[in-house]
């Protein structure tokens, strides 16, 4: 089944992290892949840029069906083998609700996390402000708030979307494992600290985790000082 599947991923990304943690939840191990490197600008290739007119990662192919879009990836994958693996979206209409709303909540959580841990990356030298840096700053540290908030209102040991893993966890987790990776400080959002530690030792997350992190499993600490 997982044969005919190809996809273009690089190392460290949340986006194509969350595709490989679906392909595992749903029993797809098999597929054909592609790792490329960004440091070598692999993504930029021929092959990924038929299929994505960005030129991003993830490219996902699934015969002659082509996503490029990591949400719409697991999103496809949950629908396409629904009865295969762990059910990642729940029928009840009020848990299927809260799956979406926490998984499409993720891209908050993760554009404010970048703008902070990739100011420098993003903000060429001349353009940089300390301002600008100390807003962003501000603005992830609300956004953490939400987020324990969530954890603390639905109480020890849960999910982001309740007492079962679901496709929220799926899509937001790889963000949520940059914080301890890029040094954030646990007293900035130790409910989800405690969620990371229950939550990376599962074989999905395991099978999928980023290689350079398993090379090198401290990064960079640009986010220290938040
Ligand atoms: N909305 C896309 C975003 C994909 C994306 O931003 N991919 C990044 C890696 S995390 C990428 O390929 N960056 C290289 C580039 O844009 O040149 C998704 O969720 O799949």
Known sequence: MAQNMMLYWASGSPPCWRVM????????????????????????????????????????????????????????????????????????????????????????????MYDVAF?????????????????NKENLITELKLWEGYLEKMGKGSYLAGKNFTMADVVCFPVIAYFPYLHCPKERCPRLMEYYEMVKDRPSIKASWPLEWQKKPEGPDTLKNL
């Open 119 to 135: 100011y420098e990356w993003y903000v060429p030298e001349g353009e940089r402000l300390e301002s600008a840096l100390k807003r």
């Open 21 to 112: 943690i679906a392909l595992e939840e749903k029993l797809l191990q098999g597929y054909k892949q592609k790792h490329l490197s960004f440091e070598k600008n692999e993504h930029k290739c021929e092959e990924v840029k038929a299929l994505n007119p960005r030129a991003q990662v993830p490219t996902f192919k699934h015969g002659d069906i082509v996503l490029n879009e990591s949400f719409g990836v697991c999103l496809y994958l949950e629908n396409t083998f629904k009865s295969q693996g762990t059910r990642l979206i729940p029928d009840d209409p009020a848990e299927q609700a809260l799956v979406y709303q926490r998984m499409f909540e993720t891209e908050n959580l993760q554009q404010k």
